[in-house]
């Protein structure tokens, strides 16, 4: 009889020590991790700095196939360079430091609330951010509520530069929460 | 489509002050591929992104996408339309009505729905969305993006 539960190699090919350091790894996230709900009291408020140097816009830029070369400070063979966009020099593609929010409203010095899933954003650019910027990521949660049976942390979000205090993007958004 | 010899978007976008209200963008399409979703920078930290046992136990039909991909990819088309307008003074907002599952095909779409004096140019007002192959519903929103403003 074959088995309809999923295999870790499914999606992948995989040997059998993949299979092993995967299953070893999922169950370490698993260990300590709490709920989203449980771990979040609406008024909380975190703020990190992200640098966002060549190599991390990169990664992000490649991880959706976008190959703007407005993005790129960093290219094979020159490795550091300047950039090329209509603002001067490269920039970092729009919602960006949108991805990078969760890092900071997921408090990261806790096991990360794995099962957790983000569900909505209203998000506001109001300037280019050039690569090699450092910006301030500040989040407030803002509510918590049930819809559907369901149960939801809302935030707010800005992103500010650190050395100049330039108000980059702000946002609303919505998670999941097991 | 208006594209330039080294890939970039038009500076300006392909959108401008004449492009009138119904004007279809052309998407993105991009797969699912499991190997991006769960990359370090994207999904590692939650095995719902790429794990098959783990999103069986929470009851999802395969690994999803994180939905900031979707909101990427639609980011995407939406700079190939506004080109430095999208960088300055926009709005997305997006909405994550269905998972997108590992391996699907994603296409994104947007239609001009209303067109606004502002300043010396208009405020756009763009319904963005994207879908999979069989015409399944993804991801709804809206974008907002000034020209000539």
Redesign the interface.
């Known amino acids: 009889m074959t088995s309809t539960r999923p295999a870790t190699d499914d999606l992948r090919p995989m040997t059998e020590i993949q299979v092993q350091q995967t299953r070893d790894f999922v169950d370490s996230l698993n260990e300590k991790s709490q709920t989203y709900w449980d771990m979040v009291t609406v008024g909380d408020e975190l703020s990190r700095d992200l640098h966002l140097t060549p190599e991390l816009v990169i990664l992000y830029a490649d991880g959706v196939e976008d190959y703007n070369p407005w993005y790129e400070g960093w290219l094979m063979n020159r490795w550091h360079v300047e950039g090329e966009s209509p603002f001067g020099p490269a920039i970092v593609p729009p919602m960006l430091v949108s991805h990078f929010v969760l890092s900071v409203q997921f408090d990261h010095t806790k096991p990360f609330a794995i099962g957790t899933i983000h569900t909505s954003h209203e998000s506001q650019l109001f300037a280019p951010i050039p690569v090699g910027a450092t910006v301030r990521i500040h989040t407030k949660a803002i509510d918590k509520f049930v819809k559907r049976e369901r149960r939801y942390v809302r935030h707010e979000v800005t992103v500010t530069d650190v050395e100049t205090g330039t108000l980059y993007f702000t946002e609303t958004r919505d998670n999941l929460s097991r | 489509m208006t594209t330039t010899r ?4 038009p ?1 300006e976008g392909v959108i401008t002050r004449d492009t009138p209200v119904g004007y279809e963008l052309v998407g993105v399409k ?1 797969k699912a591929a ?3 979703m769960g ?4 999904g590692r ?4 992104h790429w ?6 136990e ?1 009851g999802l039909d ?3 996408q ?4 979707s ?3 639609i ?2 088309m ?2 190939n339309h506004f ?2 307008n ?11 009505v269905a ?1 997108t599952l ?2 699907e095909v994603i296409t994104t779409y947007g239609v001009v729905r209303e067109k606004t004096p502002k300043g010396g140019g208009f405020r756009f007002k763009v319904e963005v969305w994207a879908d999979n192959d069989d015409g399944q519903r993804k991801t709804v929103g809206w974008v907002e993006a000034d020209v000539d403003v």
């Open positions: 080294n890939g970039a978007p500076v991009k499991i190997q991006l990359s370090r920078l994207w930290f939650n095995p719902n794990d098959p046992v783990y999103a069986a929470t395969a690994p999803i994180t939905g900031e991909m909101t990427a990819y980011a995407e939406c700079v080109g430095r999208f960088f300055v003074g926009s709005q997305m907002n997006c909405k994550y998972s590992a391996n």
